[in-house]
């Protein structure tokens, strides 16, 4: 078993910088990604960044230049620093876990709003 808890979301006006934590704990050494996803009012659940246990990154292309996955030395905790943020990036943020047996469990959400 694995739990993720989101933190870090708010309300933030354009232009501005949040740093959203996803507090892992249970079996970490099964896990082998640690993902956030976003999902808008009405939309569908999309991967923004995910990191391996090894470090090595992906960020999908509206993230790129703005959204920077990492993680501390123990993969205990995994952030998404946000910056530059866009009205159209208000949405709930999900932190995702996959294990080596292919197991995926998701935390709560965190509300990120974007408006002046």
């Known amino acids: 078993q694995v739990q993720l808890v989101e933190s870090g979301g708010g309300l933030e006006q354009p232009g501005g910088s949040l740093r959203l934590s996803c507090a892992v704990s249970?079996?970490?050494?099964?896990?082998?990604?640690v993902g956030w996803y976003r999902q808008g009012s009405g939309k569908e659940r999309d991967l923004v960044a995910q990191?391996?246990?090894?470090?090595?990154?992906h960020h999908e292309d509206f993230a790129k230049g703005r959204f920077t996955i990492s993680m501390d030395g123990t993969f205990k905790t995994v952030y998404l620093q946000m910056n530059n943020l866009k009205p159209e990036d208000t949405a709930v943020y999900y932190c995702?876990?996959?294990?080596?047996?292919?197991?995926?469990?998701w935390g709560q959400g965190t509300q990120v709003t974007v408006s002046s």
């Open positions: 995702r876990a996959l294990t080596f047996a292919t197991w995926i469990y």
């Open positions: 249970g079996s970490i050494d099964a896990v082998k990604t």
């Open positions: 990191i391996s246990k090894s470090g090595s990154t």
